[in-house]
């Protein structure tokens, strides 16, 4: 969350701003920063303000992952987002985010929130061939990576599945 106490509250104290030094770091040594947001019952709302918060800090890269009940989620599932009420809020984020443009932030900014949800008649015309990264779990662990996960703690991870490898 761009909200420093909602931020904090949800990832631990002090996560906010270890994750805002982190990807000043990040950009300051010439790396190409991507920032990652869940999008659950108490973020969803704020993430234009997340995207804003990355526009000022340089990142032009962000997405939005679908809060999702397993792994560590688990103990959080109050965090989810019906399906039906996750459809309508999205739709209503991604307005705002496309009124931002060229505004608040840059027009070039790539700004992705997970649709989570695809219709039979979409998921049976969705071309895969074009995805990058884990994908298949953690199949491609080492080959063919686009990218790896950097926590604000400093660990580095090839697959956000083997952050938690011990909670399995």
């Given at each position: 969350s761009a909200?420093?106490?909602l931020n904090d509250a949800l990832r631990g104290r002090g996560a906010h701003d270890a994750a805002?030094?982190?990807?000043?770091?990040?950009?300051?040594?010439?790396?190409?920063?991507?920032?990652?947001s869940v999008l659950s019952s108490r973020t969803l709302g704020g993430?234009?303000?997340?995207v804003a918060t990355c526009a000022e800090l340089g990142v032009l890269q962000v997405s939005g992952f679908y809060f999702s009940p397993i792994g560590r989620g688990r103990r959080n599932a109050d965090l989810w987002i019906p399906p039906d009420q996750y459809v309508r809020i999205h739709e209503a984020v991604e307005e705002e985010i496309s009124s931002m443009r060229g505004r608040t932030i840059p027009a070039e900014m790539d700004v992705v929130t997970e649709r989570a949800y695809a219709s039979w008649l979409?998921?049976?015309?969705?071309?895969?061939?074009?995805?990058?990264g884990c994908g298949g779990g953690c199949t491609h662990a080492i080959h063919g990576r686009d990218?790896?996960?950097i926590r604000s703690d400093g660990n580095v991870y090839p697959c956000i599945m083997m952050v938690e490898w011990d909670d399995a």
């Open positions: 909200d420093e106490a805002i030094r982190a990807i000043r770091v990040c950009s300051d040594v010439g790396l190409h920063v991507r920032v990652n993430f234009p303000a997340v979409d998921a049976a015309q969705l071309d895969t061939r074009g995805f990058t990218y790896l996960i």
